[in-house]
């Protein structure tokens, strides 16, 4: 049954993956790939250069299925939270932005995300199934 779930799991993050890549090539990213960041443990799903020569740092966070997807789910949050602390650390790193299927819209998630989001732990959070959040992407 775990095995099942892990199995399952891990294909649909994969999609969610590829959804994530084909809608930042939508927008005229460059894409690179997944990249570990030198000297604090974090690794980003994808490093991209926008059509104006921004780099950005991408995580993904999201799933097309399950009770509790993206990040309504705390642990994930908090891992996306903890990343984007840990990124703080670097002078002049790139934007790092979450894309995900799923925001939450009430209770501690939320209160969560809007802090991390008021300490600048992401340069932006974006819904990838929300037009109006996938937009903002075309401003990097």
Same mark, same amino acid.
Not at 31 to 59: M, N, P
Not at 62 to 75: A, E, N
Not at 116 to 130: K, N, S, T
């Given at each position: 049954?775990?095995?099942?779930?892990?199995?399952?799991?891990s294909?649909?993050g994969r999609?969610?993956?590829?959804?994530?890549?084909?809608?930042l090539? &939508?927008?005229?990213?460059?894409?690179?790939?997944?990249?570990?960041?030198?000297?604090?443990? !974090?690794?980003?799903?994808? !490093?991209? &250069?926008?059509?104006?020569?921004?780099?950005?740092?991408?995580?993904?966070?999201?799933?097309?299925?399950? &009770?509790?997807?993206?990040?309504?789910?705390?642990?994930?949050?908090?891992?996306?939270?903890?990343?984007?602390?840990?990124?703080?650390?670097?002078?002049?790193?790139?934007?790092?932005? !979450?894309?995900?299927?799923?925001?939450?819209?009430?209770?501690?998630?939320?209160e969560?995300?809007? &802090?991390? !989001?008021?300490?600048?732990?992401?340069?932006?959070?974006?819904?990838?199934?929300?037009?109006?959040?996938?937009?903002?992407?075309?401003?990097?």
């Open positions: 049954m775990t095995a099942s779930f892990q199995s399952t799991s294909a649909q999609q969610f993956a590829q959804q994530c890549d084909a809608l090539a &939508t927008y005229c990213f460059s894409l690179e790939g997944a990249a570990k960041i030198a000297d604090i443990g !974090v690794e980003v799903d994808q !490093v991209a &250069t926008s059509s104006r020569g921004q780099l950005v740092w991408f995580e993904y966070k999201g799933s097309i299925q399950g &009770t509790r997807p993206g990040l309504l789910r705390t642990d994930t949050l908090k891992k996306a939270i903890a990343n984007g602390a840990l990124i703080t650390s670097i002078a002049e790193h790139p934007p790092y932005i !979450v894309l995900t299927s799923h925001l939450p819209n009430a209770g501690a998630g939320l969560m995300l809007e &802090t991390a !989001v008021r300490l600048q732990f992401f340069a932006d959070v974006v819904c990838i199934y929300d037009p109006s959040d996938q937009t903002r992407l075309k401003d990097l």
